[in-house]
């Protein structure tokens, strides 16, 4: 893996992304998928970033008058569903699907957290039992993304290029933000300080897909030929659904 200092292999997609994707609505930005990704794909996949279970509640958990005075809810249903998940053994995962079904909330490729949450009597009882990834499993998901990539990407290089938010402290002639290598190579990307979570953009020299996991949300949007988009929405590692150009990805979409 070797970092490219000039990022004209980035322009295409700086250049292509429909910056009128994008609008204010009273609630916040709403983001579209064509503002990520170049509108010029067969098909696009949204892969929901995992969620697990936290137990900490549940191993340590506070007494009838510690409850009633810090005025701490009851976080039903979900606190039931992540207490007989551990006792079934059904291991920490959570699938977004699941949780759908649980809350009665629609699942659709512009399911958002704030719609579970929502669903909850308090806003925190979703970050008291559902957390983030382990490093393992970021890298597992990670893994079996570039499995799906490396079947219609042969052995060409790939571009890798790192979200600029995290290197806002840096001058131009900081840390490199673009590196290139091949899919075999992605476990040799810098992965601490401002490279930490991974990069945002990933595509190969002939532009047959688009990879981006942008920064400030909870999914990773992938544009690329049918056969790459059908296997990703099969793949038994990868959470994903199919959307489109047009999809509203942004936190907040108005639920159906």
Known sequence: MKPERDEIAFEWIRSRCDESAVSDTPEGRAIFVAHLVPPMFEAYARVLHRMDARHEEIDQPLSPSERRILQIPSCEPLRSFVEQRRADGGGTRIKWRELAELLNVPYVPEITAEWLRKRLEDGWCFARFLGGTTEADRKGEQHALTSHLRSCTEAQECFFRFSDIPFYQFSNAGPPRLFK????????????????????????????????????????????????????????????????????????????
């Open 181 to 256: 290598g091949t899919l075999n190579e992605v476990d040799g990307l810098p992965d601490t300080g401002p490279y930490r979570g991974g990069p945002e953009y990933w595509w190969p020299s002939d532009k047959r897909w688009c990879v981006c996991s942008d920064y400030d949300l909870h999914e990773t949007i992938i544009g690329g030929p049918r056969q790459l988009i059908s296997s990703l929405l099969t793949s038994d590692v990868l959470e994903c659904l199919e959307v489109s150009p047009q999809s509203r990805i942004d936190p907040f979409v108005p639920m159906p």
